[in-house]
């Protein structure tokens, strides 16, 4: 280990701790904030300290290259102590100071990781201005090198034309409806555990979660039932209950979002009854002939059987917002590689519900790319990628 990254790590390290010691408070105010649950809250927690814990795993990303300075963030509302970790601890690695604020959606979050990094090198949280004002003095502050934004595509757009202000901009944008193929082949108790799990963990409020499936019409009845069968684990309720897996939806948009692919459904058959009373939504499980090719957060999963096997890749390739794809079973020739072509990250009969935080991360095309400065040119690029690696020159 080099003289200089083994500083850097003990930072993180000190940042693990002071994590894991408020570990309870930081999953209560995600509840209070936005209705995260406190089992998806502390699985978030863990995999964040446990990420931090072992950043020496990627020094070799960063050793012998340079910082780019100061990289300011503003963390989107959903998994903010991932988020933390995962660009946070890049940025710390790879020598750089890391100004970040968070969501307005999320303030007792944000009060509370001020409180987390004070005094810890590298490190500052900038709370209680608004996002637009701390993304505006991020643009006009010449020691910004990096900037990382989320958010719908007019935000994309907004910053884009603000490019020119940093070496690399970042952008995670909407990832629509993630789609999960389940070939003729597809091993159904496998699937349908992750097709369930995935779909409505933290009532849906994740870029990775699934929103709708495309199966072989031979297994679609069994793996219906077999949904169905799973669904009374799917409780809508207080946060603070382990058992619950969808809080109250307490963001706005996300509920108008929701309402808008609600609306643009043609024909759907809901196969549960599902909850509308304001901030309690769900789950919406559905059987329909085509989903919506839009942008979308929350608690849904549409059912869609095909033909066949290359039905379902065609189905899927035209996505508007190819963040993600999944897929149970063994791909017809050739599909394999038109779904690595189009989407930025690809999981193969995978085992997880929540995405391991060292896989490569990051959309395509509207769902979200890299703006670099290169010698006054502005280069743009798309697909995952590991922040420990683009964290350093």
Same mark, same amino acid.
């Given at each position: 280990?080099?003289?200089?990254?083994?500083?850097?790590?003990?930072?993180?390290q000190?940042?693990?701790? #002071?994590?894991?010691?408020?570990r309870?408070?930081?999953?209560?105010?995600?509840?209070?904030?936005? +209705?995260?649950?406190?089992?998806?809250?502390?699985?978030?927690?863990?995999?964040?300290?446990?990420?931090? #814990?072992?950043?020496?795993?990627?020094?070799?990303?960063?050793?012998?290259?340079?910082?780019?300075?100061?990289?300011?963030?503003?963390?989107?509302?959903?998994?903010?102590?991932?988020?933390?970790?995962?660009?946070? /601890?890049?940025?710390?690695?790879?020598?750089?100071?890391?100004?970040?604020?968070?969501?307005?959606?999320?303030?007792?979050?944000?009060?509370l990781?001020?409180?987390?990094?004070?005094?810890?090198?590298?490190?500052t949280?900038?709370?209680?201005?608004?996002?637009?004002?701390?993304?505006?003095?991020?643009?006009?502050?010449?020691?910004? #090198?990096?900037?990382?934004?989320?958010?719908?595509?007019?935000? +994309?757009?907004?910053?884009?034309?603000?490019?020119? %202000?940093?070496?690399?901009?970042?952008?995670?944008?909407?990832?629509?409806?993630?789609?999960?193929?389940?070939?003729?082949?597809?091993?159904?108790?496998?699937?349908?555990?992750?097709?369930?799990?995935?779909?409505?963990?933290? +009532?849906?409020?994740?870029?990775?979660?699934?929103?709708?499936a495309?199966i %072989?019409?031979e297994?679609?009845?069994?793996?219906?039932?077999?949904?169905?069968?799973?669904?009374?684990?799917?409780?809508?309720?207080d946060?603070r209950?382990?058992?619950?897996?969808?809080?109250?939806?307490?963001?706005?948009?996300?509920?108008?979002?929701?309402?808008?692919?609600?609306?643009?459904?043609?024909?759907?058959?809901?196969?549960?009854?599902?909850?509308?009373?304001?901030?309690?939504?769900?789950?919406?499980?559905?059987?329909?002939?085509?989903?919506?090719?839009?942008?979308?957060? /929350?608690p849904?999963?549409?059912?869609?059987?095909?033909?066949?096997?290359?039905?379902?890749?065609?189905?899927?390739?035209?996505s508007?917002?190819?963040?993600?794809v999944?897929?149970?079973?063994?791909?017809?020739?050739?599909?394999?590689?038109?779904?690595?072509?189009?989407?930025?990250?690809?999981?193969?009969?995978?085992?997880?519900?929540?995405?391991?935080?060292?896989?490569?991360?990051?959309g395509?095309?509207?769902?979200?790319?890299?703006?670099?400065?290169?010698?006054?040119?502005?280069?743009?690029?798309?697909g995952?990628?590991?922040?420990?690696?683009?964290?350093?020159?």
């Amino acid at each position: 280990m080099s003289d200089n990254i083994t500083p850097r790590l003990e930072i993180l390290q000190q940042l693990a701790d #002071r994590m894991e010691h408020r570990r309870a408070d930081l999953i209560a105010a995600e509840g209070e904030d936005i +209705g995260t649950p406190c089992s998806a809250a502390a699985m978030e927690m863990d995999m964040a300290v446990s990420h931090l #814990r072992t950043m020496a795993l990627e020094a070799p990303l960063v050793a012998g290259k340079a910082p780019y300075g100061t990289v300011a963030a503003i963390l989107p509302y959903d998994a903010p102590p991932i988020m933390v970790a995962r660009v946070g /601890g890049a940025a710390v690695l790879g020598g750089n100071q890391f100004r970040f604020s968070f969501s307005s959606q999320t303030p007792l979050t944000a009060r509370l990781f001020a409180e987390v990094v004070t005094g810890l090198p590298g490190l500052t949280v900038v709370a209680g201005m608004d996002n637009r004002e701390f993304g505006r003095s991020c643009v006009h502050d010449p020691s910004v #090198r990096v900037f990382f934004i989320c958010g719908g595509g007019e935000v +994309g757009a907004a910053y884009e034309r603000e490019a020119h %202000h940093f070496d690399k901009l970042f952008f995670a944008g909407p990832s629509g409806l993630p789609p999960v193929i389940l070939f003729q082949d597809a091993p159904l108790e496998a699937a349908v555990k992750f097709v369930v799990g995935r779909a409505f963990i933290n +009532g849906g409020q994740y870029c990775t979660t699934l929103k709708r499936a495309y199966i %072989h019409r031979e297994i679609y009845e069994p793996v219906k039932k077999m949904i169905l069968e799973r669904m009374p684990e799917v409780l809508v309720g207080d946060p603070r209950d382990p058992k619950t897996r969808i809080g109250p939806i307490k963001v706005e948009r996300t509920r108008k979002l929701l309402d808008r692919a609600l609306a643009a459904l043609q024909a759907p058959h809901f196969l549960v009854e599902p909850r509308r009373d304001g901030e309690w939504q769900g789950p919406f499980l559905l059987e329909t002939a085509e989903p919506p090719d839009t942008e979308m957060f /929350g608690p849904f999963l549409a059912l869609t059987p095909v033909e066949g096997d290359e039905a379902a890749v065609a189905r899927v390739l035209p996505s508007r917002y190819p963040f993600l794809v999944a897929w149970f079973g063994t791909p017809p020739p050739g599909a394999q590689e038109a779904l690595t072509e189009k989407f930025g990250m690809t999981y193969d009969n995978p085992e997880f519900i929540f995405t391991p935080l060292r896989l490569p991360f990051g959309g395509k095309g509207d769902s979200g790319w890299i703006i670099e400065n290169r010698a006054g040119k502005l280069i743009k690029r798309d697909g995952a990628f590991l922040y420990s690696a683009e964290l350093v020159r």
